[in-house]
């Protein structure tokens, strides 16, 4: 815009000089002439001299010629032209004034001014009468229409149409206005003007009317003219005329020059205003140019702007999209959160199904005790020939190879008893039956504190002990087998062992015992592997061909416990069927609990009260209830009921136990009593546990939650909701101490409240976040909007308990999060759960019946899968019993559906039908050394505890 | 009262009712206390505070099954939140009023369910 205004600004300028530039333009064409003037006027001038000379009366004034050469610079053009016509005009006025002395006329009009002349040539011509014509007298002119005078005759006559100088011209011939009254008749506009030598008829004065002389330029001409008239003088005046035309010539020389000058200057001028125009021009370009740059320029700011503003518009649009994705993926974390969980509950469902498939691997081994047991005591016909004559027993191995391999094992061992003192027959029975009679109260006490390793040889000690006064030969052959089995199975390992045994049975037994538990737990890791890789169904075969290690451990825990319990529980459910055969029905129960109490029994209890009992008080409650149920009882009941049980079977049987009680109760109650005395302490605290224990879930190990909340009323409920879910609890009331407790202790949950004086749960999480990354932090709040929800996840909580919660809420939340501590629980008491029956249901005596006979049924073929399959029966039943019960699903928090967990339960019923018994079994498994504190006593207890905290933190390492 | 929420209470206690009058018990005294509090929040305007104390009613209230009270102190909650205008104020003084008379009312029953 200021280029512009300046361009504009320079126009009139341009356009002036433009103007003026056109004006000078013509001169230059001038010049020409002007220049060669002189030489026409010199050329001209000359003839006329002579005539001038000629010429007697012209008396010329020589300053006035001077003079009116001088004044023509003023007007130049009048000048040229007044000459040109004079010069023009000498020979016409030579004719004209050829009246008289023709010569003298042509002489004296050349003197007379040619504007003069024009002048009267104007007023002689008629035809402008009526605008210009002679005054009445003569003596002056009148110009009678001024206006048309100037439009038409001044053009014609004078060449301009200035009325104004045709006045200035009459001034300088001395003519002047006349103010007469006789102006009125030419009218307002007449103009008179008058010279004394002016007539009309005097046409011969005219000569004298010259024009007037001014009195500044007067002196040097006139002093030039004075020389020259000196001259002029002597020369009789007549050059006079020739000097003039000189003066003139040379005035207008010097004229010519000036204007050349002026043209020069005008020249130039004009030049650098071309130039000057020129660099305008070349402005204005470069300007235009700029312009149409800028233009440009500004399309295309234009354009970007365009560009930029789609840009925008897309760059919003993306941003919107990010927004719905972000939102998407906000839904999709949650989603995803949500999947873990679920994933989760799948992999422990995995890995039961897995437990429960090494539960299955361990049944073969069972499977072959079992059949081994059946052997013994279905057939133990065979079985007593075997161990009247050991060679033909221990070849007899018409079974398939399990058998062999169980016959093998028990063979080994009717020998060995048949050293001892005591009569064969008894000798036999005990040691068919050595499980039922005095091992087995140990045995089944050891079961749950096998699970601990370390804790092994407590219980197996007092066994051994037990077993020791019955008879001390019986330790050796004892301890034999199975290093006969464990070379069977080339386990080098146990060689220095057997020798070890050898000299010191106790720590033989010890030792074996063991080893036992590290294949059972070996073996249980290979049916891991292959199970997974066979799948589920095969276990039975290919597990069988890899169950050959299970199998030493099995012929092993055939000697200790698996035997012993196949037989009992065989018995068991043939004394249970006797029971409704003999009506003997009083007295079963009582047996049952005698033998199965302390192995089924007491998990049974736990079993049905996964979910009721109180797991703090699980070692009490089964302690308890084994103690309150069996021990009473014990004495001599159940022996002979099981000895009626096994009537059916075997007869020798029946006797051996009728001796062996006396036997071994004593022993048992020996060794029993010890550990169990710690249970019976608090057998009151147990009956109200379990009258609550409707909502309890089973932990197996009591979970340690921090809760924290600054409401005393909401911690106080809070805490007694955990109470009573078992949990152990600890209180902080604050962010700060919530954050303080942490660094402290480990926590297997925290509940935190979010609004709190001093520190809120948010910045409370976001720093316990810095260090421990695992622990679920679940807050329990009001503000569950779905942007707080958000801020509580973003700060690393892992849930959110709307605050008005309810018990199942918690419940809940508390099995999502604590699912490690009480899968494994539930792997290892599930199971045991099975198959035993409650206490005093009398439906589960029906159950028990039922399952017998069913039993009975299949016991006839040797399949170990059929009879193992009935024995499942009464499980499933005493399951049924336990879901018609109307629990809860403990696997709730898992996100599985009761159906699925009926499902579960029932795949996990099945395996374990294979197993029959298999919870010695399940016990070395090694996860079991989460089992808990229910089993082993405090101590143990506490150590388990431990193992299942390690267990927490990799919640699959347990089996490997 | 929201006699689902306190039966869950009346059937955790163990038998006797301790549990339940203790919470009981527990819960009046905070109330009484945190109305003391907010009494003399009021007195010095601090909004905020309560803000803050009626979220703390209203948890406790509500883990006690106090409904009336619990609802009403959220009321109070969000309205102190806002920006403390004369208004607000305003509002807030008689929502307070309100949920003391709530709780009167609620006190009464709660102790007819568990005489202490």
Known sequence: MHMDHHHTATGPPYSSVRLFASHQLPPPQVQLPAINLPQRASATTLPPMAAMDSSPYRHPSPVSWGSSSIHRTSNSRDDISQREMRQMKREPTHQIHSVPPLKEQEDTMPATSDFVKKLYKMLEDHTFSHVVSWGPQGDCFVVKDMNEFTKSILPRMFKHSNFASFVRQLNKYDFHKVKTSDDAQFGEHSWTFRHPDFHADRRDALENIKRKVPAARKSIPSSSNGGLSGGRGTSSGSPVPGETSNAELATVQSHIGVLQNSYQSLFSSHDTLLSSHETLRGQTDSLLASHSSLRAQNDNLFATNESLRNQVGRAEERIRVLER?????????????????????????????????????????????????????TASVPLAPSSVSQPTVSQPPVQTPIHNMSQTSTTPMAPSMTPSTHPPPSLLASHSQRSMGQPQPSPFLAPPSNSISNSFSHTRKPMAMSQQPQSASLRNPYSLPPSHTHQFAAQ??????????????????????????????????????????????????????????????????????????????????????????DGNATFLLPPDMNWDAPTTMHEGLQVFTVGHLLPRSSVEDQNGNWMFNANPSTGAVPLPVEGEGDGESANDNDNDNDNLPSEPDPYSEEVVRPTLSNGRSSTTPTTIRVRRSTFVPGWAVPPRVLLVDDDAVSRRLSSKFLQVFGCMIDVAVDGVG???????????????????????????????????????????????????????????????????????????????????????QQMSKVPRSLGVPPLSDPSFSEALAVGASQLQRHASSSNPGSSSNSSSLHPMLGMSGYDDDGRINPLAGMGLSDERYAAILRDIVTQESFSGVGVPEGFSFGLAGALGPGMGGEKRGLDDEGDAREGKRGRFEIIE | IDMEVFNQIVELDDGDSSFVSGMVTDYLAQVDSTFKKMDKAMETRDLKEISQLGHFLKGSSAALGVKQVSLTCEKIQNTAKGTPTEKNLEEVTSLLKCVKEEYGAAKIRLLEYCPT
């Open chain 1, 325 to 377: 994705q972000y939102g998407d993926v906000l839904v999709e974390m949650v989603n995803f959160q949500k999947g873990m969980a679920q994933q989760d509950s799948l992999m422990q469902g995995l890995i039961q199904y897995f437990l429960g498939e090494g539960g299955k691997s361990k049944d073969p081994s069972d499977a072959t005790s079992q059949t081994a047991a059946g052997s013994s005591t």
């Open chain 1, 492 to 581: 080098e390992q146990f060689v220095p062992a057997q020798e070890l045994g050898l000299q010191d049975p106790d720590m033989v037994a010890r030792l074996s015992l063991v080893q036992m538990n590290e294949m059972s737990r070996r073996a249980a890791n290979d049916a891991e592997f292959r199970t997974p890789s066979s799948g589920s169904g095969t276990s039975g075969s290919t597990a069988g061909e890899e169950m050959h290690m299970q199998r030493t451990n099995g012929i092993h825990s055939h000697l200790h416990r698996g035997g012993q319990q196949q037989q009992q529980q065989q018995q068991q459910q043939s004394s249970t069927q006797a029971s409704t055969q």
């Open chain 1, 738 to 824: 919530a954050v303080n407790k942490m660094n402290l202790e480990k926590y297997d949950l925290v509940l935190m409240d979010i609004v709190m004086p001093k520190m809120d749960g948010v910045s409370a999480t976001n720093l316990i976040r810095q260090f421990d990354h695992m622990t679920p932090i679940i807050s329990m709040t009001s503000n569950s909007k779905p942007s707080e929800i958000m801020t509580y996840y973003s700060s690393g909580m892992n849930d959110i308990l709307p605050k008005p919660f309810t018990k199942e809420g918690l419940l809940d939340m508390l099995e999502k999060h604590l699912m490690h501590l009480k899968v494994i």
